[in-house]
């Protein structure tokens, strides 16, 4: 039994996470494996009750450090509970968002600074990570107009451009390495979608 390939799926909100995750789904279902689509925070029982603290405006003000910890608890209870297990059996697992965007929101956004991450990284998850990460960008101004039409913000939605722009930067700066592909969703949806396709074959084609 082949071990399975972890998947993340990362950027600011609004730019298009939701519809491109379902595009990948099923451009690896054609390649004939089978996906779990799961997602950060949540994906267990109590990672989507840790979800609920940390989007809750009303929350009292919560800390930055708080935030990252709790971001850490769910992760953990994620990875053994849901991703290890189905990437034992085979399957892929496709994640909406991971790491990567507590280095974003709580090392740029929040400015807790990438050391501290990547402590914490080390002790909560040792040397897991994803084989793949694509990181769909945009422009903010368009980007956190997407995301505030027609719901209420969260905590994080209600933050201001300046928390993006950091959030942002950190996405392109680690996007440098080698298991990132960057992918602007400013362009049309099939321009899109065709570079989605081109990354998940060459992707399988490396297998
Ligand atoms: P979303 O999954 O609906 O995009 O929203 C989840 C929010 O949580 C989003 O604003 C980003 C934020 N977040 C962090 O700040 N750090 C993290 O590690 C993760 C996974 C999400």
Not at 81 to 106: H, K, M, N
């Amino acid at each position: 039994m082949n071990r399975g390939r972890f998947i993340t799926i990362e950027g600011v909100e609004g730019v298009g996470k939701s519809t491109n995750l379902t595009v990948l789904e099923t451009l690896i279902k054609e390649q004939g494996f089978d996906v779990l689509v799961t997602r950060e925070p949540g994906g267990t029982a109590t990672g989507e009750r840790v979800r609920a603290i940390l989007l809750d405006k009303e929350e009292e003000k919560m800390t930055p450090m708080t935030e990252l910890l709790l971001m850490f608890a769910a992760r953990r209870q994620h990875v053994e509970q849901v991703i290890e297990p189905a990437l034992a059996s085979g399957v892929w697992v496709i994640s909406d968002r991971f790491t990567d965007s507590s280095y974003a929101y709580q090392g740029g956004g929040r400015q807790l600074g990438s050391q501290t991450i990547a402590e914490l990284e080390g002790y909560v998850l040792g040397d897991f990570s994803p084989d793949l990460t694509i990181v769909l960008d945009l422009d903010v101004s368009t980007s956190l107009a997407r995301a505030t039409s027609g719901s209420e913000a969260d905590r994080f939605e209600s933050e201001h451009q300046d928390f993006f722009e950091r959030v942002r930067q950190v996405f392109l700066d680690r996007a440098s390495g080698d298991r990132y592909r960057v992918i602007d969703t400013g362009q049309t949806i099939d321009q899109v979608q065709a570079e989605i396709r081109q990354v998940i074959e060459a992707f399988c084609c490396e297998l």
